[in-house]
């Protein structure tokens, strides 16, 4: 089975900086990659399908891009709204798995 | 709009089953799928499996498909994950998450969660 790492585990950043999480698939995946948001005690939520489209509703300051093996997520101002846990997921075939998540602090 | 709406937590002793049912309301429940992820406590969450209601293919985890049993009633757009022989490691929180019928867009739509609690 493909492999999902992500890159750091976690991050601490202050408020209107630029965040960029990266994740990597153990074999090549295409754009199957989504990206998720986890709040605390919260549902998580899709933020990024495809790799780079974003869902509708969701803030334009979130990015992905990457194709094959090698993945990010950038938030480019980050605001304390966005301290969360972030996952990525392949779907190109089954297993579906999701990367081991990155937690997103504000200074 | 599309809505999940699981079933109730449940406390169950080692080596017992445990089944947790989502309803699906606000859309064509036999034009999707669904997942079922859980997430134990302080960690990641965790695939375990898909069932593509359009075409009633059924993908398992490496490592749960001894033990998960996933099913579906389309009469009441309603889907069913049964977890066997329960361990302390299986406590977690259980979500159902609806996909598309060709899993094109991301995990969409996620139910609640129904917390699971494995202890003797």
């Known amino acids: 089975d493909i492999q999902m790492t992500q890159s750091p585990s976690s991050l601490s950043a202050s408020v209107g900086d630029r965040v960029t999480i990266t994740c990597r698939a153990s074999q090549g995946i295409n754009t199957y990659l989504a990206w998720y948001q986890q709040k605390s005690g919260e549902v998580p939520k899709l933020l990024i399908y495809?790799?780079?489209t974003l869902r509708s509703g969701v803030p334009s300051r979130f990015s992905g891009s990457g194709s094959g093996t090698d993945f990010t997520l950038t938030i480019s101002s980050l605001q304390p709204e966005d301290v969360a846990t972030y996952y990525c997921q392949k779907y190109d075939f089954a297993p579906f798995t999701f990367g081991p998540g990155t937690k997103v602090d504000v200074e | 709009q599309a809505q999940l709406v699981q079933s109730g937590g449940e406390v169950k002793k080692p080596g017992a089953s445990v089944k947790v049912s989502c309803k699906a309301s606000g859309y064509t429940f036999s034009y999707y799928g669904i997942n079922w992820v859980r997430q134990a406590p302080g960690q990641g969450l965790e695939w375990m499996g898909w069932?593509?209601?359009?075409?009633?293919?059924?993908n398992y985890a490496q490592g749960l498909q001894d033990r998960l049993i996933m099913t579906t009633d389309t009469s009441t757009s309603t889907a069913y994950m049964e977890l066997r022989s329960l361990r302390s490691d299986d406590t977690a929180v259980y979500y159902c998450a609806r996909a598309d019928k060709g899993y094109y867009y991301g995990v969409d739509v996620w139910g609640p969660g129904t917390t699971v609690t494995v202890s003797s």
């Open positions: 069932y593509n209601v359009y075409n009633g293919h059924t």
């Open positions: 495809g790799a780079s």
